[in-house]
Every structure is written in structure tokens, then in C-alpha cells.
């Protein structure tokens, strides 16, 4: 287990436009050198939206072919969501897309009812814990953060990335979960939030932020666009996990999807 490079793409969205986001954040990308994994936000190629008739992709449409492209070009991982169409269900998706090709997917657990989507979407049924580069990583989606059963660490991961489209209005709560999330987990919790507005009028503040096992704030992305990286010490782990000892305290249950 090595120190862990994150390149973070706080940006605003192009409402809608696949082709606009995939150049975009291809130009965010053109300057990176050295990155382990590259985060984009929830929805990247389309704002965060309902219209699946007209925007959802195949598996291996367009955009997940496109981030296949920019990890082997990188060579970091590169992640992000989008609406796929599979069979006849649709489902908010994660991509997890390594240099070698090899690519793994998360569904979205928790469907912003709020919003409707859950009368869209299908929800993820799985937690994916991901091995790499001697890291225990577990990707999680926007809306998951608020349920810390679903991201609670009972398989010793190391990092907890949430991925999000995340309404400015609410920022005290996605800045406090991000934190408690660190603090109960024992683990490093990396939040990635869009900024700017939307197509429906909806504002997205950013706050962008990396806590620390101890729930520490090592980074602040503030409310500006921008490229973001951290690196993540590995040392930081075992030192808290040896001196507080609290997930050997877990309660032991069954969870019930």
C-alpha cells in the first residue's frame, strides 16, 4: 500500500450535451501527470436529470468507451457516472475504468426521491469494494452519503469516494455527512461535487472535499471550478487504526436490500 494520488474535477456541467462534457473534461485531464485516479462528477456527460428516453447510453456507448480511452491515456483510473440503459431498466451507473481496460461498476443504492428518481432509475442492489494499488476503495453515489449503513466499513476499506450532483441549498448536510462518514468509518472519505447551475435552475455550490481518518478537512475546493488534487498518505490509516481500535466495536448485523 502506497500513498494514493487524486485528481478531483470540480466543474460546471453543459446542460444536457454529452459531446460538450466529454471535451471539457478531456481538456481538465490534457495537464494531469501522475494521478492514481481521476474523479468526475455525478452525471458528467448530461447534469443530473430524468430525460433517459433521449440521454441514456448503452453499456458501452460513447461516454464509457471515452473514459476506457482517457484511463488507458492517463493510465489512472478514471470514474464517473452516467445513465445506462440495460435491457429494459435504467440505472444511474458508475464506471471505474483502469488503465489495463479492466472496468467495474457501481449502481446507485439510494434514489433521490426528492427529485423523482427513483420512478426512473432502478436501484444498485451491491456495494463494490474495489482492490487497487493496495487500497480498499468503495465508490458510493451523491444521495448514498446519507445512509451510513450503506457505506459503513465492515470490510476494512480505506477510502469511501462518493461521486455527486449535490444542490447548493443543502450543502450544511453534504459537508457534515462527508466528515461524520470519516469519523465513524475510521477510513479516508474523498467528496467530488459539481458546481455552477443547471438546466431546471437548480445551484451547485462545489465543496469538494477530502477528511482524513479522524475526520480531519485536508482539502476545500471552495466554490470555483477547478482541477483539485491531494495526495492521500497510506501511513495515515495505520497509525489511526492502531491507536483507536473502534472498529473492532462494530455491531454485527444483517442488512436487509
Not at 107 to 133: C, M, N, Q, W
Not at 216 to 235: H, K, N, Q, R
Amino acid at each position: 500500500m502506497r500513498d494514493l494520488r487524486l485528481a478531483l474535477l470540480q466543474q460546471e456541467l453543459i446542460w444536457q450535451d454529452a459531446p460538450a462534457n466529454r471535451d471539457r473534461f478531456e481538456a481538465c485531464m490534457e495537464p494531469l501527470k501522475g494521478m492514481d485516479i481521476i474523479v468526475l462528477p455525478e452525471m458528467f456527460n448530461t447534469g443530473f436529470c430524468m430525460e433517459v428516453s433521449r440521454l441514456a447510453e448503452p453499456p458501452e456507448g460513447e461516454t464509457s468507451r471515452w473514459m476506457k480511452r482517457m484511463a488507458a491515456g492517463k493510465d489512472a483510473v478514471v470514474t464517473g457516472t452516467l445513465m445506462i440503459k440495460e435491457g429494459d431498466k435504467y440505472f444511474n451507473r458508475l464506471y471505474w475504468f483502469e488503465p489495463s481496460g479492466l472496468c467495474r461498476h457501481y449502481d446507485k443504492r439510494h434514489l433521490f426521491s426528492l427529485a423523482g428518481e427513483e420512478k426512473v432509475f432502478s436501484p444498485g442492489t451491491e456495494i463494490l469494494t474495489i482492490d487497487y494499488l493496495g487500497w480498499r476503495i468503495k465508490p458510493m453515489i451523491c444521495y448514498d452519503l446519507r445512509f451510513p449503513v450503506w457505506s459503513r466499513n465492515t470490510d476494512q476499506s480505506d477510502l469511501i469516494l462518493y461521486t455527486a450532483s449535490w444542490p447548493a441549498r443543502r450543502s450544511l448536510a453534504w459537508t457534515a455527512l462527508l466528515q461524520a462518514r470519516a469519523i465513524e468509518n475510521l477510513c479516508w472519505v474523498a467528496g467530488l461535487n459539481r458546481c455552477g447551475p443547471d438546466g431546471n435552475g437548480e445551484a451547485y455550490k462545489g465543496d469538494t472535499r477530502v477528511y482524513d481518518p479522524l475526520g480531519e478537512l485536508e482539502l476545500d475546493a471552495g466554490s470555483e471550478p477547478g482541477v483539485y488534487c491531494i495526495t492521500l498518505p497510506a501511513s495515515r490509516i495505520a497509525e489511526v487504526r492502531e491507536r483507536f481500535s473502534f472498529l473492532n466495536d462494530r455491531d454485527q448485523f444483517q442488512l436487509e436490500l
